[in-house]
């Protein structure tokens, strides 16, 4: 079988309604990603019914305006990759069902795709770099999940642990919120840290030693208690401005001890699993501090997508439908969303 492919990528696990043309794994012919991010803002946090409508309503559009872009119809594609899971149950659906309508229609075969090892594939697509070579240590940092996984070869994960309780992500969202900084919190963070000291407060890393497993609710406990001794009055949920509260370095100290276990756990499992390299990726990924902190403490070369192709995205799913459909995978018209589908195999 010729190794040249076409795949159409098709996204909508979370806020993001996505589409992409790749060819052979590696090279963007179409991207577009629509982002529900202002929408959801207001609540503080993505809202599900909300997020599904809005798939509804733009996903048709989505597709076509990918497929025109890239100058091809549904003839000069190999197969639709569609993300499975796991993700947000009703927007998983979306996209799975116009996916299985457009392989239905147009005879095409069908991939469902994890939308973690997506992540991960995202490396590919920086197509002016070599290939990066196994064994490798990927670390996965979204809203939704920590992972930390060994990767001996394509489409072989081994998962070495994750988080015991809030996403990294989900921790940079929470704590926004109670500084007041809006959703999403992780660019917001970023943003207010650069102008604070990340020494003013020394909040706690949880290295869990003995285990390749993450924790960062005590670190948002922490950053709460000490918002809670300056500002009584606080609720959760409360977006007030927040006059004498110390934001800059309250988000300061708080990346610091994200980026601190991070790395530092990251570091310490390829150094014992042997790896090659280090890929670094999902929403967190596009992180400044983290990447710049990664890339001055690794001695082997740590991999990370650009940072359009560190959040949602359906270029990646297409990355992964390519090595999948030359394995051979195809799927059935009746599978089913898988809302937390973890990664494996
Ligand atoms: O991968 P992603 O787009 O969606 C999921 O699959 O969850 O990740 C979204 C997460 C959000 O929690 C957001 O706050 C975080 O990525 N994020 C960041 C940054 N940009 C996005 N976190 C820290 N620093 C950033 N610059
Ligand atoms: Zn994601």
Known sequence: MSEDTRILGIETSCDETAAAVVENGRHIVSSIVASQASMHAQYGGVFPEMASRAHIETI???????????????????AIAVTRGPGLAGSLVVGMNMAKGLALGSGLPLLGINHLEAHLYSIWLVEDEQEPSFPLLGLIVSGGHTELVLMRDHLTYQRLGGTLDDAAGEAFDKVARLLGLGFPGGPAIQEAAEK?????FKFPRA?????????????????????????PELEAGVEA????????????AFQAAVVDVLVGKTLAAAETFEAKEILFAGGVSANKPLREAFQSQAKIPVRMPPLELCTDNAAMIAAVGHRRFLAGQRDALDIDVLPTWPITG
Do not use: C, M
Request: charged content about 20%; overall charge negative.
């Open 207 to 231: 290295w869990l030693e003995g285990t390749w497993n993450f924790s960062f609710s005590g670190l948002k406990t922490a950053v709460l208690r000490e918002v809670r001794e300056r500002q």
């Open 196 to 200: 604070g000291d990340p020494e003013s």
């Open 60 to 78: 048709y559009q989505v597709i076509s305006n990918t497929l025109s872009q890239a100058h091809v119809g549904l003839e000069a594609v190999d």
């Open 241 to 252: 401005p927040r006059p004498g509260l110390p934001i800059a370095n309250l988000a300061a």
